[in-house]
């Protein structure tokens, strides 16, 4: 019930293709899902995060796209670009009553993105 | 505001040698959370710190310990290092309001290797 299941494990697009990639929850108390940008021998940067009340939210060329119902969540990269190559990570955190900052995360995906 | 910052960058150490690594928050942030990144394992959640006290502990032995500071600086420490303990060990830190999860910053991680 902890798991996040990310997929895919890696993805390889077009320079402006619109790389997916999704992941799926189980826990129902689970409020809060980041996203993770990182690049190799950095730490994960955060590109965008959502909580369950809203189904969708856009920060420049990054939207998830949020289904409580089907406990999923997916990112969408618009107009992808060579430099957005890295991996990234979703996640999923619940609160425990006191604010607890526990992220559980999803496995990765390795995007490439050509020019 | 400068970001977290991790000390030392990178370790070798040998088997059943303990090692401590450092932590300093974004100012002002008063949570600080240690992960675990392996290529087997992914992201594992270690501990979080607030106030000086342990707030959340993941699922690891009892070799690897933390503390936090007075001023939000935090350390962990393993203790009889194993091969299997070779990682990357990312900080984050977070403001700690109280009510919902908030978003953590990742520092750029040391990476210790135990030959």
């Known amino acids: 019930q902890q798991q996040v299941k990310q997929s895919p494990q890696s993805l390889i697009v077009q320079k402006g293709g619109i790389p997916i990639i999704n992941c799926a929850y189980e826990n129902t108390a689970f409020d809060y899902f980041p996203w993770y940008q990182q690049f190799p021998g950095k730490g994960p940067a955060l590109l965008i995060a959502?909580?369950?009340?809203?189904s969708e939210k856009k920060e420049g060329r990054f939207t998830i796209s949020f289904n409580k119902s089907a406990k999923q969540f997916s990112l969408h990269i618009m107009d992808s670009q060579p430099g957005d190559s890295a991996t990234y990570f979703c996640?999923?955190?619940?609160?425990?009553?006191?604010?607890?900052?526990?992220?559980?995360f999803g496995t990765g995906t390795l995007l490439a993105v050509q020019p | 505001k400068a970001g977290v910052t991790q000390t030392p960058r990178y370790l070798i150490k040998t088997r059943g040698q303990q090692v401590t690594l450092s932590c300093s928050p974004i100012?002002?942030?008063?949570?600080v959370s240690w992960y675990q990144q392996t290529p087997g394992q992914g992201l594992q959640f270690l501990f979080e710190y607030f106030s000086e006290t342990q707030r959340n502990k993941g699922n690891f032995p009892g070799r690897f310990s933390g503390r936090q500071f007075s001023n939000s600086r935090s350390e962990m420490n393993v203790s009889t290092l194993e091969l299997g303990d070779s990682a990357l060990y990312l900080c984050?830190?977070?403001?700690?309001?109280?009510?919902?999860?908030?978003?953590?910053?990742f520092g750029p991680g040391t990476r210790l290797t135990v030959l």
């Open positions: 959502i909580r369950p009340d809203v």
């Open positions: 100012s002002g942030h008063r949570s």
């Open positions: 984050a830190s977070s403001p700690g309001r109280g009510g919902r999860t908030d978003t953590q910053y």
């Open positions: 996640a999923a955190s619940k609160n425990y009553g006191g604010a607890t900052n526990k992220l559980i």
